[in-house]
Structure formats: C-alpha cells, structure tokens
C-alpha cells in the first residue's frame, strides 16, 4: 500500500538525529503543572503539561490549517480531510485505528475551526504509548484512498443536512457570512454541498501534503505523563514516517496581520418555517492577540455570560420573551467578533431585538456598575479554573497556546490577568465595541412587514 502523506523512507543520519531543543515554559510545583516543550530538528513541537495526580492522559495535535485557508473552490477541505485521516493509513485500516484506541477504554475525536485542526485521543496513562502511535501514524501515513473520499463524501453531506436542520446552529454561519461576506472566515467550515461535491481525493491529497507538514504541526500532551518519554515516542513515529526530513526546518510562527473588520447595518435574513426565531445582533469584536480581550471577557460575562447576565435576566428571567440568551466572542489571528445570541417566537423578535439593543448602547455609554464587575471577575476566573479540570482541557489550552500564541500563560498569570480588569478598562472596551452599528442574522418564519422592520432594528 502507498502513502500519500509523507515520504516513508526513515532516516537515521547523524544529521536527522541533531539534539533536540528544550524549555520548561512554566515551572509548577513538586512537578505539577509543569510545562515543557521541545522542538525537533524538522519543526515539529511537542508541548506537555504534567499532573501526576490523574490516571488519564490526553495526547493530541494540532495543525496550523483551518477554513480560512481554503480557497473559495476548496471550500471544505480541511473539514473533509480530517475525515479521511481516520480512513487508514499504510499501516492501519480505518477498523484497526478506531478499534485500537476502544480496545484500551479510550476516546478518539478531532474537530476543525476557521484558523486550525486538531486530532486528539484520551486514554490511561498506561496506554499512551498506543495512542501517541495510533495519532502519528494518522497524521503522517493516511493514504486517501479514492474509495474513501467517495464514501466520506456522503457522511459530510449528511453533517451539513444535519447542520441545515439546525437553525440555531445554523445561524452562527449565516452570521459569520454577514459579518465577513464572501471571503473565507465567512464562509462555513463544512463546505456547502457544491464544494463538497467537487472535491477530488487529488485535491484534498495536495491540500494534506501543503498543510500537514511537521512545522506547521504542534503536538500536545497532558496528564500523568512523562516529557521526555513522549518526545522520545513522537520522534521515534515521526522519524519513521520519514516526516522529518529538513533538520533545519523551523516551526511557521502564529498567524499575524492587522486587517480591521468593518461592517455596520449589515442584516441577512433567512424565512424558514420554525417554531421559533433565532436572532443574532453583533459586531466586529477584538482580535485574539488584543490586550483589551480580558476587559471585554468580563464585559462579556456581564452582559449575557450566566443566569444573572444582564441579557438573561431582562430577557428570560423579568420578560420570558426567550428560554435561551446569551452573548459571547469569538478571536480570531486578526479580527473578532461580539454577538447576542437568542431564540424565540417569530412575534417576539422585534421586542427582543429592542431589550438586547437598550442593554448594550446603555452599557456603551455608561459602563457596568461595581456590583456587576466583582460578580462578572469572579465568575470568569472561577470558569476559567473549572474548565481546565480535566486532562483534555489543559491539552486544549497548551496545544492551542503554542499554535495561536507562540507562548504559555500559567493559570495564575490568566487569573490574575483577569483580576486586574478595571471599570475604566469595561467602559472603554464597551465604549469600542458596543458603541458600533450593529448587525443583524435572523432564521424563521419572518413575514414581509417583520422583515422590513428588522432593518430598522440596527439602524
């Protein structure tokens, strides 16, 4: 059998065995929650977190491709090609991959985003000599076998029918368009049905070969784990892929760019018959790498974050307008975006619209009052603690770290980061972001004289 991945060739010259380079990133104490990375001669980093009080260890890695790498007629790819890389590879069918990591008790998954992809299984601390394998040899060996990506075809389509059927997911597409138009962070990560069906196994097999390179790859590991043993595993996979064939090769650094979002009174509309309206009401946010984010996360927490957000309470808890309303943000290398979220009757929404739209020019004009900032900081720094309670979140967080940043932040460091947010900081930030002209996406049985309305809704 043939791989389309990476030359399989090993090599084991004195050049391709050069001396790894090493950090300890974060020092924790007694060991726990130390962080180290080393990166090989050919780019490739590996980045572990260390907590040797589980039994469980997550091995994961993340590639430097998402959605907004593709071009309008590979819309899809990088989503399809995370499929196809569980299909088999030269060493392994699709069975012998799923059925390894079942055979110890574990779990396998992968998930793609507009700016990466990441492959990852979760396994005891005994097995992860397996999983690091079985994970390797997926990313360095698929062979995209024509068959396969005819086969994988129809589970997509039917992914993206599942989607269609979804309106309140699919609005946060319909949004991302409004926001960005036709051009590739608002465009959805799926594909549509037209880009899916025109994908060839040779496109997607180029598309792997340009994207899958071990310097634009960062692998991750946490738990009850041992650094230097899973640098020795991953290079040993590696080096026997023939993956890592320039020693001089350096990692590609995190995405960059300034390019400002600037949309104001864009409204799309969907007429769909639902039982219910899903509305989102939004504006260009901040950028992932903005110092302002920890202002705008606790602004974010007090508007629409929790059952005693402002949003929750005015909408749900004094009006019943909506069972479900929230805001949130999304970062991006180089743009954002803030959006309020909320479901409800087809007769309901301009009242709703009115509410969420009183509540952030309010909060854009005159900031958050002391009682709502204490809550709003303590409530993100307890979620942001109590999210990274499982091995699987700490891989997340230093894989992600390292692909996106290029740097790690201990829990400490982003507690009291958030801590140090003041009113004066919430007020400007809202000030800038919520003092824009809002946006509108709305999906559901909207009549003719409801949808001229909603244009007034953002004026």
């Known amino acids: 059998m043939t791989s389309h991945g990476f030359n399989t060739t090993a090599r084991t010259s004195s050049e391709a065995r050069a001396v790894a380079r090493t950090q300890t990133l974060i020092k924790g104490e007694n060991g726990i929650g130390t962080v180290r990375k080393t990166t090989l001669p050919g780019g490739l980093r590996i980045v572990?977190?260390?907590?040797?009080?589980?039994?469980?260890?997550?091995?994961?890695?993340?590639?430097?491709?998402?959605?907004?790498?593709?071009?309008?007629?590979?819309?899809?790819?990088?989503?399809?090609?995370?499929?196809?890389?569980?299909?088999?590879?030269?060493?392994?069918?699709?069975?012998?991959?799923?059925?390894?990591?079942?055979?110890?008790?574990?779990?396998?998954?992968a998930f793609t985003a507009k700016e990466y992809t990441c492959y990852y299984a979760r396994v005891l601390d005994t097995d992860l000599p397996l999983a690091i394998d079985v994970v390797c040899d997926m990313l360095t060996g698929s062979v995209i076998r024509e068959e396969d990506v005819d086969v994988e075809?129809?589970?997509?389509?039917?992914?993206?029918?599942?989607?269609?059927?979804?309106?309140?997911?699919?609005?946060?597409?319909?949004?991302?368009?409004?926001?960005?138009?036709?051009n590739p962070l608002g465009r959805p990560v799926l594909g549509t049905v037209e880009t899916v069906n025109s994908l060839t196994a040779d496109r997607i097999r180029r598309f792997y070969r340009k994207h899958y390179d071990p310097t634009h790859l960062v692998v991750a590991c946490a738990g009850n784990i041992d650094h230097g043993k899973v640098v020795r595993q991953v290079r040993a996979a590696f080096e026997a892929a023939g993956a890592l064939k320039d020693p001089g090769a350096r990692p590609i650094a995190p995405r960059g760019g300034r390019r400002a979002l600037r949309t104001a009174g864009r409204v799309d509309l969907v007429d769909r018959s639902t039982e219910q309206a899903h509305v989102?009401?939004?504006?260009?946010?901040?950028?992932?790498?903005?110092?302002r984010r920890w202002a705008l996360g606790v602004l974010n927490t007090a508007l629409g974050g929790g059952m005693s957000s402002r949003l929750f309470q005015e909408v749900r808890e004094k009006r019943g307008l909506a069972y479900s309303v929230y805001s949130y943000t999304s970062g991006f290398a180089d743009c954002g975006l803030f959006g309020v979220y909320a479901g409800c009757r087809p007769s309901q929404v301009h009242d709703v619209l009115k509410i969420?739209?009183?509540?952030?020019?309010?909060?854009?004009?005159?900031?958050?009052?002391?009682?709502e900032m204490e809550r709003a900081i303590g409530q993100l720094r307890g979620s942001t603690v109590l999210g990274l309670e499982d091995t699987g979140a700490?891989?997340?967080?230093?894989?992600?770290?390292?692909?996106?940043?290029?740097?790690?932040?201990?829990?400490?460091?982003?507690?009291?980061?958030?801590?140090?947010?003041?009113?004066?900081?919430?007020?400007?930030?809202?000030?800038?972001?919520?003092?824009?002209?809002?946006?509108?996406?709305v999906i559901g049985p909207l009549k003719d004289k409801q949808a001229s309305r909603l244009h007034d809704a953002v004026a």
């Open 153 to 182: 075809r129809g589970a997509i389509l039917e992914e993206i029918a599942m989607t269609e059927d979804d309106p309140g997911d699919c609005v946060h597409d319909l949004f991302a368009h409004t926001m960005f138009g036709d």
């Open 280 to 291: 989102i009401l939004g504006m260009p946010g901040l950028s992932r790498t903005d110092e």
């Open 356 to 371: 969420c739209r009183d509540e952030l020019d309010h909060v854009a004009e005159h900031g958050l009052p002391d009682d």
């Open 48 to 109: 572990t977190e260390t907590l040797p009080s589980v039994r469980s260890a997550t091995f994961g890695i993340w590639a430097h491709v998402g959605s907004r790498d593709e071009t309008p007629a590979l819309g899809g790819a990088t989503h399809y090609l995370e499929h196809l890389l569980f299909k088999g590879t030269a060493r392994r069918s699709a069975l012998d991959i799923s059925s390894a990591i079942d055979a110890v008790g574990g779990e396998m998954n």
């Open 394 to 441: 700490l891989m997340n967080r230093i894989g992600k770290s390292e692909l996106c940043w290029g740097e790690q932040m201990s829990v400490d460091d982003m507690l009291a980061r958030i801590a140090s947010v003041t009113p004066d900081d919430v007020r400007s930030v809202a000030r800038d972001v919520l003092g824009q002209r809002p946006s509108l996406s």
